[in-house]
């Protein structure tokens, strides 16, 4: 078997006459679209089926030629040709918005758009793409003052955006490890914080924390910069707070999220527990310091060849789903996976859903840990998710962040607890530690984050804020949600510095709908559980409404009320069994 995906089924190569058509027919496709005018046929239902057609059509052009050269790509980072169409085919697609905010704009302004929808079968099986236009046509501004807005952007925001990256990546840390002095980069001092030996996490933190001062004022200039802009923005554009914005996007409602906050807040005592107890593992007297929160306790010991992986998840998945164990047999069987880690590939995992050719590509870095195995089923679940959507139009594929997760989640979650129902106690132990270890991360950290980035946005309404006012509010936001699992000597002031989510003009609050992922994927799991194999065709249901729905509607495809806390205090119960397995064995314990 080998561990490389095959493409062809996108594009032989980049010269080839398929490759070369589809991008003529991409560049005809925009101008049909800048020339699409309502007045240019006299019935407004003919005008808008042609424009929705235009657009199903230059999506699918456009998502199939990105789709291969990203691939492409992400497995041969020196790939300069793929680099550059890359770069032409985002160019080119910037095209769309004026026509499209045309389109916007001449639709909301029909009085009976909604009868017009209704006549035709094609727009009416766009009803929510179009309702979601109409939505937020009415917080767009002028034509000029978009065109404006965007320009400003790119010496705006985006400028802000990239100096961060760039500060954070190229800065060097001089940390002592084994005696010797070693300069670092920060994304690998931080992953220091993994390692088993207590003193390298240590010396990592107190390096990385003694190093930020030189590019703390430049990040907070940053970081103000992104947030005014926010700021000013959503406010001309009508949305309440930039809140109100990124619940819109991600078309959740305010009582929703409120709901899970509350939920979330209630079950911060029994994470602390965990933390309580790992730290009592490590040594530590009291709360675990940061500098020791992502340290590995135990050993999983569990190896996988790639063939092993792919009979342990289809055999535990077909237990739940035939029809997830065959769509998971043929990603494998077709070659639609790239397995394994060579020079030049990006790092990590992800799955990418091709729904013009409805299939998926999934890239992993396999080398046989029990994580890479659980990675995989989790990448398998999203090419279920892509399955499942694969008869609906492109224009209603696009589901929001807090929905992105659940297949994935709901995949991993099968084959992890598969795995430890086979594990021994050894093993159970350092399988528990490390899915409460993440989900800590999701509840309680992302907790901390929407705190801290909530107050930011307030204070910053006023005025700008100095390095000290962020870090004082970052350890404030980390006592609220870490209480007495952290030690409060020992916080980490510089999270607003090194996490790239605060500096995305676009997604603000690029932290919630993590938390919403998991334990929506958690709660559609129980659900699965518990109602056995008729819930399947309501979850498949479930995934194909995704890209046109609100999060409400989905949920109640499988009667669940994003509303109520019963959900989510159910699912964050689901968590509570782990921490409570987690601590009696714990009992006792020492670390390694
Ligand atoms: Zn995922």
Redesign the pocket.
């Known amino acids: 078997m080998t561990e490389r995906w095959d493409l062809t089924g996108l594009y032989e190569n980049f010269s080839s006459d398929s490759f070369v058509r589809d991008r003529e027919r991409m560049n005809e496709l925009l101008a049909e679209l800048e020339q699409w005018q309502p007045e240019k046929k006299p019935d407004l239902r003919d005008s808008a089926e042609d424009f929705v057609r235009l657009l199903q059509d230059y999506y699918e052009t456009y998502s199939k030629l990105m789709a291969y050269s990203q691939l492409r790509l992400s497995v041969d980072a020196r790939n300069e040709k793929a680099l550059k169409i890359i770069e032409q085919l985002e160019k080119e697609s910037a095209r769309l918005t004026a026509p499209r905010v045309e389109f916007q704009k001449w639709l909301s302004d029909l009085e009976n758009w909604e009868d017009i929808v209704n006549s035709s079968k094609l727009l009416q099986d766009h009803h929510f793409f179009l309702k979601e236009l109409v939505e937020k046509s009415s917080y767009l501004l002028s034509p000029e003052e978009e065109t404006l807005a965007a320009q400003l952007k790119r010496t705006g925001s985006s400028a802000w955006t990239k100096l961060q990256q760039k500060l954070t990546s190229t800065l060097m840390i001089e940390v002592e490890l084994e005696g010797e002095a070693k300069e670092l980069p920060l994304s690998e001092v931080r992953n220091l914080a993994h390692k088993q030996d207590p003193e390298v996490r240590k010396a990592g933190y107190q390096a990385e924390l003694e190093t930020y001062p030189e590019i703390e004022e430049s990040v907070a200039a940053a970081l103000n910069g992104i947030k005014g802009e926010v700021i000013t923005l959503t406010d001309r554009r009508g949305y309440q707070s930039p809140l109100a914005e990124t619940l819109q996007g991600s078309r959740l409602e305010e009582e929703t999220l409120k709901t899970m906050l509350a939920a979330m807040e209630d079950y911060l005592p029994e994470f602390r527990k965990y933390y309580r107890a790992k730290a009592r593992v490590l040594g530590h007297e009291g709360g675990l310091p940061f500098y020791d929160l992502f340290a590995p306790l135990g050993e999983v010991e569990m190896e996988f060849s790639y063939s092993q992986a792919r009979d342990f998840i289809i055999e535990n998945i077909s237990q739940f789903s035939q029809e997830m164990a065959d769509l998971y047999r043929r990603t494998f069987e077709e070659y639609w996976i790239d397995a394994e880690p060579r020079d030049g590939k990006r790092g990590g995992a992800f799955c990418y859903n091709i729904n013009p050719i409805k299939e998926s590509r999934i890239l992993s870095n396999f080398t046989g840990s029990f994580s890479d195995m659980t990675t995989l089923a989790?990448e398998l679940g999203?090419a279920y998710h892509g399955y499942c959507l694969r008869q609906e139009s492109i224009l209603n594929t696009s589901y929001p962040m807090p929905l992105a997760?659940t297949a994935?989640i709901f995949s991993e979650t099968v084959i992890t607890n598969a795995a430890i129902t086979e594990a021994d106690s050894e093993q159970t132990f350092a399988i528990l530690e490390n899915k409460i270890s993440q989900a800590g991360q999701v509840i309680v950290d992302i907790y901390s984050r929407f705190l801290f980035e909530d107050r930011l946005f307030a204070e910053r309404e006023q005025a700008a804020l100095s390095v000290e006012e962020l870090k004082d509010f970052m350890m404030e936001a980390q006592k609220e949600a870490y209480g007495e699992g952290l030690d409060h000597d020992n916080l980490h002031p510089y999270m607003w510095l090194n996490k790239p989510h605060y500096y995305s003009a676009d997604s603000n609050y690029y932290n919630f709908p993590y938390a919403f992922g998991l334990l929506f994927g958690l709660g559609v799991y129980s659900l699965a559980r518990e109602r056995g194999e008729e819930f399947l065709e309501e979850y498949n249901n479930l995934l194909t409404a995704t890209g046109k729905n609100k999060a409400a509607e989905v949920a109640a495809l499988v009667d669940i009320d994003l509303n109520s806390r019963g959900f989510w205090d159910n699912s964050l119960a689901v968590i509570c069994e782990d921490i409570d397995e987690f601590v009696r064995l714990a009992e006792g314990r020492t670390a390694n």
């Open positions: 989790h999203h997760e994935s």
